[in-house]
């Protein structure tokens, strides 16, 4: 028996299983998703894969740990609390909820529930486009009180996504108007454009503006909105389809960038 012991723990959200000696320290670990195998040291290279072959899916590589790349070094550098990545969807929404000790005794169902639960349900989708060189990032804060629900970074370049409860209605878009059922038309599609264009100048580089009707009945438009797509929810996978805009390279900085609270200050 080699005495080691093989210990599960998560990292950034991704599970990893550490290969430690009897007294706790660490000699390696496994890192599924990028079937890898880090060894702090090659001598016992043998039993730590002995001690890890029932957890093993499939060929691994095994060598030393992989350099940080500058993207990871900034996130290492950035303090937690200015680290938008751990944000949920919706997190600015459920945070006001948490806070408002009255919302429990209104007479009326709180909007900002309708539109929590639509940001949560697109927040799904995307979140299941994370990985694979894709980056997804929550309730990303505007000054002035303002925010991006979503921004998606990856090969396709960056998104800025808004979200427009629209469950079960009609919705009519004359640009820049957008009309949900009855209701009266806003010019909701250039709230989505300055946003797009904050973010850009936020990260200096282009991001392109999207509307996300989460259940819509129908939608109408005579003319496609001028430089804004407009997809419901179930649409949005259709993003990460094009690729050739950033290189992986761009995508990681770029997300390293992003994730960084203090850079939107000058958005």
Not at 98 to 117: F, I, K, M, Q, Y
Request: glycine fraction near 8%.
């Amino acid at each position: 028996m080699s005495g080691l012991r093989v210990i599960p723990t998560w990292r950034q959200g991704r599970e990893r299983l550490q290969v430690c000696l009897a007294d706790g320290r660490n000699i390696a670990w496994y890192d599924r998703d990028a079937a890898r195998v880090s060894l702090l040291s090659d001598e016992r290279e043998g039993e730590v894969l002995e001690a890890l072959r029932p957890f093993l899916t499939g060929p691994v590589t095994v060598g030393p740990p992989l350099v940080p790349t500058p993207g990871e070094l900034a996130r290492l550098c950035l303090h937690p609390d200015d680290d938008l990545a751990p944000n949920r969807p919706g997190e600015a929404l459920l945070v006001a909820l948490d806070r408002d000790t009255g919302a429990a005794h209104r007479l009326r169902p709180d909007p900002r529930r309708r539109e929590l639960a639509a940001e949560q349900l697109t927040g799904r989708v995307l979140d299941r486009l994370d990985g694979a060189g894709r980056h997804v990032l929550h309730s990303v804060p505007l000054p002035g009180g303002d925010r991006i629900h979503h921004l998606l970074i990856g090969p396709g370049g960056l998104f800025a996504v808004h979200v427009l409860p629209v469950r079960r209605q009609r919705v009519r878009i004359t640009d820049p108007l957008v009309a949900v059922g009855r209701r009266a038309p806003r010019p909701l599609l250039e709230r989505v454009r300055s946003d797009a264009a904050r973010a850009s100048c936020a990260l200096t580089a282009e991001v392109r503006p999207v509307l996300a009707l989460a259940g819509p009945a129908g939608v109408e438009a005579a003319v496609p909105p001028r430089d804004v797509r407009v997809l419901t929810a179930e649409q949005l996978p259709g993003l990460v389809r094009a690729s050739g805009v950033l290189k992986p390279a761009d995508v990681e900085a770029l997300h390293a960038v992003a994730r960084d609270r203090t850079v939107w200050t000058r958005a």
